[in-house]
């Protein structure tokens, strides 16, 4: 059974930091694509950073360049999202999911976890 769960999120004042933690099970973990996606309340799901397990490129949406930093421990199946310098537009449920490596466009992706709320007061 394909299972991808998040964890880590939590209410943060602005500023402040959180580390995101998806942890694939079921799968290749290192024939897929994972991504983080956020959805804020009354808006499109959208998508945030994703990683190519094989050989580790990364993508990042520009909001959230130079602040947020995704990375896998392919030994833990795990990816990881560190989210610095948190502003209160960065709250939304965010999610993981696997897809095709480099896939930036949300219809790709396959599998998805449940999510995660982040909240980030101001």
């Known amino acids: 059974e394909v299972q991808l769960v998040e964890s880590g999120g939590g209410l943060v004042q602005a500023g402040g930091s959180l580390r995101l933690s998806c942890v694939a099970s079921?799968?290749?973990?290192?024939?897929?694509?994972i991504g983080w996606f956020r959805q804020a309340p009354g808006k499109e799901r959208e998508g945030v950073s994703c990683i190519s397990i094989s050989d580790g490129s990364t993508y990042y949406e520009d909001s959230v360049k130079g602040r947020f930093t995704i990375s896998s421990d392919n030994a833990k199946n795990t990816v990881y999202l560190q989210m610095n310098s948190l502003k209160p537009e960065d709250t939304a449920v965010y999610y993981c999911?696997?897809?095709?490596?480099?896939?930036?466009?949300?219809?790709?992706?396959?599998?998805w976890g449940q999510g995660t709320q982040v909240t980030v007061s101001s």
């Open positions: 999911a696997a897809g095709p490596p480099g896939a930036t466009i949300e219809t790709w992706y396959t599998y």
């Open positions: 079921g799968f290749t973990f290192d024939d897929y694509g």
